[in-house]
C-alpha cells in the first residue's frame, strides 16, 4: 500500500542505570531513623545480608521514604504517545521524549497497532488505510512548508515514540501498583511488567512483592475488580516470569 507507514509492535525496555549503592544508601537512611549510632557507625554495621533483609523489612512495613534515595533510569522504544500521555500523570519522574517538532516523521512514519485491531483482518486494514492517509497528509504538509511543529498536528495517537524515564524506587513501587493493574490500558501495562522486571532483578528486596494491589492482599478496585485476583497474583510471584 503507498505510503502505508511502518506498523511496529517492538516494545524495547531498557535498564539504563541505577544509583550506585543505592540499596546500601537506603538501608542507612532506615537505620539513622532509629538509631544514635553516627554514619560511619553505621556503615561498619550493614552488611550485604543485612542489608537487603533490612529493606525488605522496612518495605514491608511501608517506610518508603527511605527509597527515594535510590533512582532508576530506563530507555523504552516502540510505544505510543497514547501511552506516553498517561505515563507522564506520573509527576514524580523525569522525562525525555522524542520530539515531533523537531524529527521529522515523513509519510512512513512508525505506529502502534493495538491487539483488538491486529487480530481483525477487516479492522487491520481500515485502520492501516487511515495511516495511509495521514501519513499522506503530513508529507503534504511538509512539502506545502508548513513547519514540522505544525504538520504534527495531523499525527496520530498511534504514533511511535521514544523516552527516557527516571523514577526513585519509591515512586516505582507506587507507578507499578497502578499500571501493572489488569485494569490499566494494555500497553502502558505491559510496559510496565518489563520495567518491573528488571528492577526486581536488580533490587529483589525492593519489588518482590511489587505489582498490582491485589499481590499484597485484597484486590483494591472495589467493584471495579478484574475478578481474576487469583491468576494475577500467580503472574507476579511466579519467578518464572521474572528471569
Not at 521514604?65 to 519522574?93: K, M, P, Y
Not at 515531533?100 to 479492522?123: D, S, W
Not at 507499578?176 to 511488567?193: G, N, Y
Request: glycine share 6%; net charge neutral; with cysteine.
Amino acid at each position: 500500500m503507498e505510503n502505508s507507514g511502518n506498523r511496529r509492535q517492538g516494545l524495547n525496555v531498557k535498564l539504563i542505570s541505577k544509583t550506585a549503592d543505592g540499596e546500601l544508601v537506603s538501608a542507612l537512611a532506615a537505620k539513622l531513623c532509629y538509631s544514635a549510632s553516627d554514619i560511619d557507625g553505621l556503615l561498619e554495621k550493614i552488611s550485604s545480608q543485612e542489608q537487603s533483609d533490612f529493606i525488605h523489612k522496612i518495605v514491608s512495613m511501608g517506610h518508603h521514604s527511605v527509597l527515594e534515595h535510590l533512582n532508576f533510569t530506563f530507555g523504552v522504544e516502540g510505544v505510543s504517545r497514547a501511552l506516553t500521555h498517561q505515563l507522564v500523570r506520573h509527576r514524580i519522574a523525569s522525562y525525555s521524549q522524542k520530539s515531533q517538532r523537531y524529527v521529522k516523521h515523513g509519510n512512513e512514519f512508525e505506529y502502534i497497532t493495538p491487539h483488538t485491531v491486529a487480530e481483525n483482518p477487516e479492522l487491520l486494514a481500515e485502520y492501516e488505510k487511515a495511516m495511509a492517509e495521514i501519513g499522506k497528509a503530513y508529507d503534504a504538509l511538509l512539502k506545502a512548508g508548513v513547519p514540522a511543529e505544525d504538520a504534527r498536528y495531523v499525527l496520530p495517537n498511534a504514533c511511535e515514540t521514544k523516552i527516557i524515564i527516571t523514577m526513585n524506587a519509591r515512586e516505582l513501587l507506587h507507578y507499578f501498583s497502578i499500571r501493572c493493574c489488569e485494569r490499566a490500558q494494555w500497553e502502558i501495562r505491559e510496559m510496565s511488567f518489563e520495567m518491573l522486571k528488571l528492577c526486581r532483578k536488580e533490587a529483589p528486596s525492593i519489588f518482590g512483592d511489587a505489582g498490582p494491589g491485589c499481590v499484597r492482599g485484597a484486590c483494591p478496585e472495589g467493584q471495579f475488580t478484574c475478578g481474576k485476583a487469583k491468576e494475577i497474583r500467580k503472574k507476579f510471584t511466579d519467578i518464572k516470569n521474572f528471569l
